[in-house]
């Protein structure tokens, strides 16, 4: 299994945005952003646990409102991840 140095695992994020299809774009895009931004050296520290923050978010299925939910259940993580990719780009 593929990991980043903070233990962000790559495969599993990778797996959940497959499992989703088609159906967030948005969701999909803002992720693999937060698994770029991870690698850049330039990108602060606390900009960074912002990510993983957010990327454990994404990857738990029992979060504020459960990813079972149909249309509604990935609301919660796309919330989330965007408004942590939002900080990067205040930089």
């Known amino acids: 299994m593929s990991s980043y140095h903070s233990g962000i695992p ?25 698994l770029r931004l991870l690698k850049d050296p330039d990108t602060p520290a606390w900009l960074k646990a912002l990510a993983i923050a957010a990327l454990l978010y994404f990857l738990c299925p029992t979060d504020a409102v459960p990813d079972m939910i149909p249309y509604v259940g990935y609301g919660d993580d796309l919330a989330i991840v965007l408004g942590v990719v939002a900080k990067f780009h205040d930089l």
């Open 10 to 34: 790559e495969d599993e994020i990778k797996e959940k945005l497959r499992q989703l299809g088609g159906k967030a774009y948005e969701l999909y895009e803002a992720v693999m952003t937060l």
